[in-house]
C-alpha cells in the first residue's frame, strides 16, 4: 500500500537517508521546506547526518518507498549501522533497532555513536559529475560521511568538507552536495603529506559497511610480542593525522607515544569499541 506521497524516489547505493529526503525535496518541485517536512511526515532527525536516525520505518510508512523496499535493506544499505554492527553487543544491537523504529527522539541509545567533532557533509566533486552522468543527480554518499574517512575510497582524492557551522544551519533546507551554497561554504583540508595513511583508512572503513566481522587487533599491539621499533613507528604514522574533525578527539599519542588508552581500550572486549580506532591501527599495520 502506497504511503501518503504519490511517489518517492528509490535510494542509489550507499546514499544516507537525509539526501534522499533532500531529493524528494528537489524532484518534488516543493517550493517550501515545510511541505517537504509534512509529506515526508518523518523525525526531524531526517532532515540532519545522523548515523543512527530515530523513526527509519516511518519513512516507509508515510511515502510510496514502502512499496520499493524493506526496512531491513534501507537499515543495511542507507544507514551507518552496518559499520557499528561487528563493535556493538546484542544488548547494544537491539537498542540501534529500536531506536531504528522508534519515532521518540527523545529516547536515548544509553551508549556513543560516532565521535566527538564529528565532520559531516564530505563529498567528491569526481563523484559529483559521475553520479549525475549516471543517475541524472547528485547524493550524499555514505562512505564519505563515515568517522575519519577524509579520502573518497573510489577516486582517491580528498573529499571537500562543508564548513559545520554553516551545515548545521543550512540542513534543514535540505541541501544536496551539487546545491550552489554547498561549494562555496566547503574547503578541501591539505593531505598531500599524509594521503597514504588516510587513503588506507578510507578503503578499510568503505570495506566495513558490508562486512559483519570486526577487525582484530594488530599483531604490533599483541603484550605478548611488542616490537619497541613498531611501535616508534606507529606512533609516528599517527602522529602525522591531521588535527581535524575526530582526530582532534581521539588520544592516540601521548608526547609521541602511542596512548595507555588504546592498549586498554583495544583489550577490553565486552566494551563497545569505536571502529575508528581498529580501522586506523589496521592502516597502519598494512604500512609498516
Known sequence: ????????????????LYSLCARYHRLSANSNIRTTQSEISCTKEFFGFSDIPAGTECLLTNTALGTAIGLDHLIQHNT????????????QIEKCRQRLCTTDTTKSL???????????????????????????????????????????????VPLRIAEQTWLKRSLPSLILPDSPSVE????????????ALLDE????????LTSSTPLSIPAFLDYNSINQKNLWDASKLIGSLPRLGEYESLSLTTMGYLSKSIFGLLHRDHLYHRPLEYILLTAVARLM
Open 184 to 195: 562555496s561554504h566547503s574547503w578541501i583540508p591539505d593531505l598531500q603529506r599524509i594521503n
Open 110 to 156: 544509553g551508549f556513543a555513536i560516532g565521535l566527538k567533532y564529528q565532520l559531516r557533509g564530505k563529498y567528491c566533486s569526481r563523484c559529483i559529475e559521475e553520479d549525475k552522468l549516471n543517475t541524472g543527480q547528485s547524493y550524499w554518499h555514505l562512505s564519505h560521511q563515515l568517522p575519519g574517512v577524509l579520502i573518497c575510497p573510489l577516486h582517491r
Open 80 to 91: 551507518s549501522f552496518p559499520y557499528y554492527f561487528p563493535y556493538l553487543n546484542s544488548v
Open 1 to 16: 500500500m502506497a504511503g501518503r506521497t504519490g511517489f518517492f524516489p528509490t535510494p542509489f547505493p550507499g546514499e544516507i
Open 201 to 208: 583508512i578510507s578503503l578499510i572503513s568503505a570495506k566495513s
